[in-house]
């Protein structure tokens, strides 16, 4: 009997973890799989420090100006968190779309660089915070032994943070390893970046003022947008107004919240410039691109 290839074995465990749900949340930490029958609407989100794959099918993420697609060759890398907008573009309900995301910890990325001796990363400099990176089969194998965890629970306190690692490891050495690098070093501008962004997370709703922020990193306002944008294809308000218009559009949709309530609650005066920047972020007015996403929800 020809044995099975790691990525149909994954292909069969996430249709068998997600046939009721279109998302689940593995027992593993950080660990999430996912499954959609047809290609969705532009939305937003926001990736946060972790590796994303699909199994089958496709996903186009849209980073400030830069398009990025992968698929079952390529995986997805995120170093710092970033406000996108993603679209799931090859799915049917006969070869639906497939994917996982791993949350990856910068703790132990750090650990790692300190206590092993490291070969060197290979391929490409990437100076973006996120970046797709060819498949490999070792990190293929890794991925499948972490999923096959989720039949033997039992197993997966003492083995899951092993594999973890293993996957680790594999990134650093990768493609994305140097970048990957730089943003676990501390005193790296990949890491100061990486705090700034934490500081704009947690204060988005606030105005901004680069040289407080500049000065809270320990940069010069020139030296803190060149890196800023360089890390996230944005500038620092470009990033700001992203994470705003991707949270009115969780409001809108989640709690209910009219388009004025949203807009002055993440930080706009202005209904209408909300409006205005709404529209060229999402690709319609408030109101009607909520309404399209309820009827969405309500046929799928």
């Given at each position: 009997?020809?044995?099975?290839?790691?990525?149909?074995?994954?292909?069969?465990?996430?249709?068998?973890?997600?046939?009721?749900?279109?998302?689940?949340?593995?027992?593993?930490?950080?660990l999430?799989?996912?499954?959609?029958?047809?290609?969705?609407?532009?939305?937003?989100?926001?990736?946060?420090?972790?590796?994303?794959?699909?199994?089958?099918?496709?996903?186009?993420?849209?980073?400030?100006?830069?398009?990025?697609?992968?698929?079952?060759?390529?995986?997805?890398?995120?170093s710092?968190?970033?406000?996108?907008?993603?679209?799931?573009?090859?799915?049917?309900?006969?070869k639906?779309?497939?994917?996982?995301?791993?949350?990856?910890?910068?703790?132990?990325?750090?650990?790692?660089?300190?206590?092993?001796?490291?070969?060197?990363?290979?391929?490409?400099?990437?100076?973006?915070?996120?970046?797709?990176?060819?498949?490999?089969?070792?990190?293929?194998?890794?991925?499948?032994?972490?999923?096959?965890?989720?039949?033997?629970?039992?197993?997966?306190?003492?083995?899951?943070?092993?594999?973890?690692?293993?996957?680790?490891?594999?990134?650093?050495?990768?493609?994305?390893?140097?970048?990957?690098?730089?943003?676990?070093?501390?005193g790296?501008?990949?890491?100061?970046?990486?705090?700034?962004?934490?500081?704009?997370?947690?204060?988005?709703?606030?105005?901004?003022?680069?040289?407080?922020?500049?000065?809270?990193?320990?940069?010069s306002?020139?030296?803190?947008?060149?890196h800023?944008?360089?890390?996230?294809?944005?500038?620092?308000?470009?990033?700001?107004?992203?994470?705003?218009l991707?949270?009115?559009?969780?409001?809108?949709?989640?709690?209910?919240?009219?388009?004025?309530?949203?807009?002055?609650?993440?930080?706009?005066?202005?209904?209408?410039?909300?409006?205005?920047?709404?529209?060229?972020?999402?690709?319609?007015?408030?109101?009607?691109?909520?309404?399209?996403?309820?009827e969405?929800?309500?046929?799928?």
């Open positions: 009997m020809t044995a099975q290839s790691p990525l149909e074995s994954l292909k069969k465990s996430i249709v068998k973890w997600t046939t009721d749900v279109n998302k689940f949340e593995t027992p593993i930490a950080g999430s799989l996912f499954t959609a029958k047809a290609p969705s609407p532009r939305a937003g989100g926001l990736y946060d420090l972790s590796i994303c794959m699909v199994v089958q099918g496709a996903k186009k993420v849209m980073l400030g100006n830069d398009t990025l697609v992968y698929d079952a060759e390529h995986y997805l890398f995120t710092v968190d970033l406000p996108t907008i993603v679209q799931i573009i090859e799915a049917s309900p006969e639906p779309y497939l994917g996982l995301k791993l949350a990856l910890d910068l703790r132990e990325l750090s650990q790692l660089m300190v206590d092993s001796n490291l070969p060197s990363p290979g391929g490409k400099k990437i100076s973006r915070g996120m970046a797709t990176g060819k498949l490999t089969t070792p990190l293929l194998n890794s991925f499948k032994r972490l999923v096959d965890l989720l039949d033997t629970p039992d197993d997966i306190p003492i083995l899951a943070p092993l594999i973890k690692r293993e996957i680790c490891y594999r990134l650093l050495v990768g493609e994305e390893g140097g970048y990957l690098r730089q943003i676990a070093a501390s790296s501008p990949g890491r100061q970046i990486a705090q700034a962004i934490t500081w704009l997370r947690k204060n988005y709703s606030q105005p901004l003022r680069i040289e407080e922020l500049a000065t809270l990193v320990n940069m306002k020139s030296a803190f947008h060149n800023f944008r360089e890390l996230t294809a944005m500038s620092p308000l470009q990033y700001q107004k992203a994470l705003r991707n949270e009115a559009r969780r409001l809108m949709l989640a709690e209910s919240a009219d388009a004025s309530t949203a807009a002055f609650n993440v930080g706009y005066e202005s209904t209408s410039q909300f409006s205005r920047e709404y529209s060229r972020h999402f690709g319609a007015p408030p109101l009607r691109d909520i309404m399209a996403l309820r969405k929800s309500l046929n799928s």
